[in-house]
């Protein structure tokens, strides 16, 4: 029994169960509860809305999630009351802002705040304080992330890769009853969740999870925000879809899945981290695989980003190193680097887009529809 196939069956039955209230699960193998829930991240708001026939595995998972929810809330009090004391601000994005301010939450696999550009050391100063240990190097936009066993991952953001931190700012307030830590406007709330699942981590593009946070998020917009976000996103397709299904489940809507071909592609990247992972293949694989979903052009700038790099800096740090010392030879390794194991990923993405292609065009549509609540709200 293809397992991937299997996932695919909960997530027809999880978007129902999220928009119209609980239904009895497919009868489907452990392996494919442990893919979907492992992708969608959601297990929380499914088991609020159980009637009694759940299996234990989405209680189990449930449990976990919940826990790291709560982690998170407490984390970032403790943390702001230390940031007050020092005189500092964050703004505390995403799935962190929603585990302070809503009844549930979301699953959360690291907390992200963001600070201004020269603050940032000063703020990951006090995580190092608190016993955060330092794992990994930094990144264009974030500092190393801070570790703690038992406890939620933290980012501290000094600019963000899908909207102005600057903008962000200038519309900010504080979270009430939270010392130290600010919000975003809604809109803006919605503008970088619907950008960073769209585009920074493709793979992520429809999950459930997210779908969630972007309805909590537009929920807090009123008609002039909604109007302007409407303008921002243009005349592009993918942010309108997202939206719109993000709506669809919140407001009771068993929407259309217009994201069956990413769900397809995420379950069959899924067991494939440590695999390609051994030899750095993980990321290019993911975005040449969901360039190859986009059409035309996306595949355009996904060569574009081939050619030319996508950060300033290479992630290895010796090749990071070369680039400072010498800035011409750096950037020619580097996208020397990138032109070598573009074989290797192609015959890697190529199979698995045609299948994530194929099982959406046989995964059964979900008729648009408004259907009675049969439990309360998550």
Not at 263 to 271: F, I
Not at 290 to 299: K, Q, T, V, W
Not at 348 to 366: G, H
């Amino acid at each position: 029994m293809d397992r991937v196939v299997e996932a695919l069956k909960l997530r027809t039955w999880a978007i129902q169960v999220l928009s119209a209230g609980w239904q009895t699960p497919p009868d489907v193998p452990i392996d494919a509860w442990k893919l979907f829930l492992k992708a969608e991240r959601c297990a929380v708001a499914l088991s609020t809305r159980a009637e009694g026939d759940a299996p234990p595995i989405l209680h189990a998972v449930a449990t976990i999630e919940l826990q790291r929810i709560l982690s998170a809330r407490a984390q970032l009090e403790e943390l702001g009351r230390r940031i007050q004391a020092l005189g500092e601000r964050v703004i505390v994005l995403k799935g962190g802002l929603m585990a302070l301010g809503s009844a549930s939450g979301v699953d959360l696999m690291d907390i992200d705040i963001l600070t201004a550009r020269d603050s940032a050391p000063r703020i990951a100063g006090l995580l190092d304080a608190q016993g955060y240990l330092v794992e990994g190097a930094d990144s264009p936009s974030h500092l190393a992330q801070r570790r703690q066993p038992f406890a939620v991952h933290i980012e501290v953001h000094h600019s963000l890769a899908e909207c102005s931190a600057a903008d962000l700012w200038s519309h900010a307030e504080p979270v009430p009853g939270r010392p130290g830590l600010w919000k975003a406007a809604a809109l803006d709330q919605v503008w970088h969740a619907l950008r960073h699942t769209a585009y920074t981590h493709p793979f992520r593009r429809g999950a459930l999870r997210d779908l969630i946070l972007i309805g909590w998020a537009d929920a807090g917009c009123d008609q002039t925000s909604h109007e302007e976000l409407q303008g921002r996103m243009g005349s592009d397709e993918v942010l309108h879809a997202l939206l719109r299904m993000a709506r669809d489940l919140r407001d009771d809507r068993a929407p259309i899945d217009a994201f069956r071909k990413e769900a397809a592609a995420h379950y069959l990247l899924s067991p494939r981290p440590a695999r390609f992972g051994e030899f750095g293949l993980r990321p290019p694989v993911v975005r040449s695989v969901y360039s190859m979903l986009d059409g035309p052009e996306a595949r355009s700038a996904y060569w574009n980003s081939v050619w030319h790099g996508r950060s300033q800096l290479s992630p290895w740090s010796a090749l990071a190193m070369v680039e400072r010392v010498w800035p011409l030879g750096g950037r020619l390794a580097r996208r020397l680097a990138r032109l070598a194991r573009v074989p290797l990923v192609e015959i890697l993405a190529l199979p698995i887009a045609l299948r994530a292609a194929k099982l959406a065009r046989a995964y059964p549509r979900i008729e648009p529809r408004t259907l009675d609540i049969r439990s309360g709200e998550p």
